[in-house]
Structure formats: structure tokens, C-alpha cells
Nanobody, 125 residues
Framework: QLQLVESGGGLVQPGGSLRLSCAAS????????IGWFRQAPGKEREGVSC????????YYADSVKGRFTISRDNAKNTVYLQMNSLKPEDTAVYYC??????????????????WGQGTQVTVSS
């Protein structure tokens, strides 16, 4: 069974940091681009960041650029999203998703094949 499992969410004060993890089971991430998405209550799902499958190129939404960093460790079959300088508007359920291919450039506006169950991030004082 192909699965992605997110972890690392929680409650953090504004200005704080969290690191989300996205671990794959049942398949290897080597040939997959990974995207992080989020959905806040009453809002549409938003693409946050992605990393290509081969050369590690990345993309960030303007809303998180300079604050979030995506990385991958293929040896651990895991992708990370380091989130710094968190703001209340970052509060959402965060999902990771995998799409085969996109070896040199990733995009968030295409359909992703495998999705995790999500992890809640709440930024509040």
C-alpha cells in the first residue's frame, strides 16, 4: 500500500518554528516530486512548496518564501518542510503529496498522485 504520513504539526506561538515530516511507505520517493499543501478552515487548498524528484530544485509560494524551506532525504524516504517565523495566517492542515516525474522542475498546479492524511499547524499566542 502506497502511503504518505505527515508528522510534526502542533501549536506554536507567532514567530516560532516547526518542522514537518512526510514519510513514504510502500514505495520509494526517489522518482517522485513532493509538494506541500495547506487548507485553512473555510478556504481553498493552497500550494505551499514543492521539490523536484531528481535535481532538488524547489518552488515556494510567495506567502511562505523566505520563511519555509523544503528538503528531501531519499535515504530516509522522507521530505521535510522547515517553517520559521510562523504567522497566525499559516494556521491550517498541512498535507504532503507525491507525483511521479517532475525531475528538474516542480509545479503545484498539477494533479498529485498520492496524498497524506494531513497534520494540523496552529499558530497562536
Amino acid at each position: 500500500q502506497l502511503q504518505l504520513v505527515e508528522s510534526g504539526g502542533g501549536l506554536v506561538q507567532p514567530g516560532g518554528s516547526l518542522r514537518l515530516s512526510c514519510a513514504a511507505s510502500g514505495f520509494t520517493l526517489d522518482y517522485y516530486a513532493i509538494g506541500w499543501f495547506r487548507q485553512a478552515p473555510g478556504k481553498e487548498r493552497e500550494g505551499v512548496s514543492c521539490i523536484s524528484s531528481s535535481d532538488g530544485s524547489t518552488y515556494y509560494a510567495d506567502s511562505v518564501k523566505g520563511r519555509f524551506t523544503i528538503s528531501r532525504d531519499n535515504a530516509k524516504n522522507t521530505v521535510y518542510l522547515q517553517m520559521n517565523s510562523l504567522k497566525p495566517e499559516d494556521t491550517a492542515v498541512y498535507y504532503c503529496a507525491a507525483r511521479i516525474g517532475m525531475s528538474r522542475r516542480c509545479v503545484l498546479s498539477v494533479e498529485y498522485d498520492i496524498w497524506g492524511q494531513g497534520t494540523q499547524v496552529t499558530v497562536s499566542s
